[in-house]
């Protein structure tokens, strides 16, 4: 089947079985291998990537449901030497160890930050009329979706304070 990618601002045609996931054509189609194929079903976050701004995860989505959608992958987010906030955050906190859920916690992260950003209240914010608290509890639930087995969670959760900021959140929000 033929279809077009849009994916980090760039068109790409495909011809490609119509079963094929976002994240095979994203890796083995377009060699964008930041996404990672972690659990294949969902449950650890490997794989997420942006369509649209929002943040899915992309081994449960098939390429073709997103013919003239924007598709943001991890290498859409910077380049050595020039890297997002939140990456270069991720570095200087320890935010990784082996690196193999790097990419989605990084990709996660930065929609959790415009999610909170809105106001959006997660499963543990305390009051639903009021903007949300960023706390650790509150990073640690709207970041649960991605599993790390090395449990770099510490550095992880203080990348995404430091990045805050840098991403787009006042600096009151960001505070404690």
Known sequence: ????LSVNG???ALDIDPRT???DALRDHLDLTGSKKGCDHGQCGACTVHVNGRR???CLALAVMHEGDEVTTIEGLGEPGNLSPLQAAFVRHDGFQC??????QIMSAKSMLEEFGNGWPSNVTDDLTAAP???DAEIKE?????LCRCSAYPGICRAIRDA???EGMHKTEAAE
């Open 133 to 135: 608290d960023f706390s």
């Open 1 to 4: 089947m033929q279809i077009t």
């Open 21 to 23: 996931t976002l994240l």
């Open 99 to 104: 690196g193999y859920c790097t990419p989605g």
């Open 10 to 12: 760039e068109s790409h």
């Open 142 to 146: 709207r970041m649960s979706g991605n």
């Open 56 to 58: 899915i995860n992309s």
């Open 164 to 166: 805050a900021p840098d």
